[in-house]
Nanobody, 126 residues
Framework: QVQLVESGGGLVQAGDSLRLSCAAS????????MAWFRQAPGKEREFVAG????????YYADSVKGRFTISRDNAKNMLYLRMNSLRPEDTAVYYC???????????????????WGQGTQVTVSS
């Protein structure tokens, strides 16, 4: 069992930066693929970034590549998302997710992930 709690969201202006954090409980965190998803009002939940169990492999949606950085600290059971050059279209609820079945394959679809946090709101004003 893995429990995930996100934090770090807020209201910022376009061009600003934020760092989201996800605190995980449970022994499977360090061996699980982790990811960030987001969901804007009226839209489906979409993949933002994913990271392998070791942190050695990372993957990004094209819309955030070069602006966002995903990282993890397995010793602290923490997942992070550094978001730079934020845009109004980044406004969404951001969720962290864990795939207990894989430590290497980073899926981009919601159905790969077994555990989800409650989400944290990010609002970017223009």
């Amino acid at each position: 069992q893995v429990q995930l709690v996100e934090s770090g969201g807020g209201l910022v202006q376009a061009g600003d930066s934020l760092r989201l954090s996800c605190a995980a409980s449970g022994r499977t965190f360090s061996s699980a693929v982790m990811a960030w998803f987001r969901q804007a009002p009226g839209k489906e939940r979409e993949f933002v970034a994913g990271i392998s169990w070791s942190g050695g492999s990372t993957y990004y949606a094209d819309s955030v590549k070069g602006r966002f950085t995903i990282s993890r600290d397995n010793a602290k059971n923490m997942l992070y998302l550094r978001m730079n050059s934020l845009r109004p279209e980044d406004t969404a609820v951001y969720y962290c997710a864990a795939d207990k079945s894989s430590g290497v394959r980073v899926g981009r679809a919601v159905q790969y992930y077994d555990y989800w946090g409650q989400g944290t709101q990010v609002t970017v004003s223009s």
